[in-house]
């Protein structure tokens, strides 16, 4: 599902609900510009030990665990994509699908811990950040003060980025900026 706010229309705002491990850059552009993603996919591991029972027991399992990969190549996706564990396919999807943007967009993307943050900034890396995109890891309340011990950076293959807020890390932002067109 992504948002798509039409400035020409005043500010209608039109939801599409679309399979995003399906869908091509090219499908994307036809469907219009939009200015924010929010991608709330199933991120946790089968076998992570952390999922407390309650979880288990009470929310579905497609919204918790991607499903197993196709042995087969997906025949849409890009054949230079970048490895990734099975629970950040959908990252990686999001991050492809939304490279070399034209317009500035915003793509919010939840995530399981501190440690899947810090992959998910990887393959955003990986997969061509532009020098003007800006990236945060968002804590559980992003708007509240750091409590002590929690750090409002972190360095990640020699890049600080911004954290923000207190609680566990609970999202990634990055902020595509187009590049200023050249005459």
Wanted: with cysteine.
């Amino acid at each position: 599902m992504y948002l798509n706010v039409n400035k020409k229309s005043q500010g209608t705002i039109r939801f599409e609900k679309k399979d995003v491990l399906k869908l091509t850059p090219q499908e994307l552009e036809i469907a219009g510009p939009f200015s924010l993603i929010i991608c709330n996919p199933p991120y946790i591991h089968t076998s992570d030990p952390s999922v407390s029972r309650s979880v288990r027991k009470w929310e579905p399992a497609l919204a918790l665990y991607p499903l197993p990969r196709p042995s087969q190549p997906d025949p849409i996706s890009s054949s230079q994509e970048t490895p990734c564990k099975d629970e950040d396919i959908f990252y990686q999807k999001v991050l492809s699908l939304t490279q070399g943007a034209s317009i500035n967009r915003i793509i919010l993307m939840e995530i399981g811990s501190q440690d899947q943050a810090i992959r998910v900034v990887r393959l955003a890396t990986q997969l061509g950040l532009s020098p003007n995109d800006i990236v945060e890891i968002w804590r559980d309340w992003p708007d509240q003060k750091p409590t002590d011990g929690e750090a409002t950076r972190i360095a990640i293959d020699g890049r600080s980025y911004t954290v923000r807020g207190s609680g566990l890390c609970r999202s990634v932002v990055i902020r595509r900026v187009a590049a200023p067109l050249s005459i």
